[in-house]
């Protein structure tokens, strides 16, 4: 919805590179999310973060909810993490669980 | 762990039909939420369940949908009366809402032709 602005909308990068993808809130939220939709189509979990930073492989997140947003960083770029990424996050006073996406960015990796 | 699932994954229906749709949320989760997601809107919040009770609504529409959760190893969601605009890949999340154990699985979805 109009409470999480994603962006980029698209990223192209070559193999072995990296960037960041972000999304800022327009409203305090709690906790934030982000997803990979696979092949199938399936919301893959990547991250759940309350606050701070979290690390996975080659990916990393960051969260602030004080200063509105969250990042998720992709170093070493690979072609299978080709795909859609979405964030989501749960908004302070708000159903608790209950996520407001973002309109995804959509990564193709070049070899 | 099967993960959420949902059934089933395609459906077709003509203008005017009910639609069922059907979510198994992963064993021991507490909350179970349903989305939707179309083109021009994205992902949108429709409803969800905590410990079977409905807690919020408000992102159903309110005519034709209707959702349920008569236990706590399934939940439906049901559209009457299909409209073409209902066309759209409906997903389903189970959450064991905890503390920081609220991380939502959600399920690969039924994708919904209203022809």
């Known amino acids: 919805g109009d409470q999480v602005e994603q962006s980029p909308s698209a990223l192209s990068l070559h193999e072995g590179t990296g960037s960041a993808l972000r999304c800022n809130f327009t409203t305090t939220m709690r906790a934030v999310q982000w997803f990979r939709k696979n092949s199938r189509g399936s919301l893959i979990n990547l991250f759940y973060l309350a606050s701070g930073t979290k690390e996975n492989g080659r990916l990393k997140s960051a969260f602030d909810s004080k200063e509105r947003y969250s990042t998720l960083h992709i170093r070493d770029a690979q072609l299978e993490d080709s795909g859609t990424y979405f964030c989501a996050a749960e908004a302070e006073g708000s159903a608790l669980g209950r996520l407001h996406f973002g309109a995804g960015t959509q990564l193709i990796v070049i070899p | 762990n099967a993960g959420v699932i949902q059934t089933p994954r395609h459906k077709v229906t003509g203008k005017g039909q009910e639609a069922t749709l059907w979510c198994e949320p992963i064993?021991?989760?507490?909350?179970v939420f349903w989305y939707r997601q179309t083109i021009v809107q994205g992902l949108e919040f429709l409803t969800y369940?905590?410990?079977?009770?409905?807690?919020?609504d408000s992102g159903m529409p309110k005519e034709r949908f209707s959702a349920q959760m008569p236990n706590q190893s399934h939940s439906t969601l049901k559209i009457q009366s299909t409209q073409p605009q209902d066309s759209a890949v409906y997903l389903c999340a189970s959450s064991f809402l905890g503390v920081n154990q609220d991380t939502q699985y959600f399920g690969p979805g039924t994708r919904l032709l209203v022809l």
């Open positions: 369940f905590r410990n079977q009770a409905p807690i919020d």
């Open positions: 064993s021991g989760h507490s909350a």
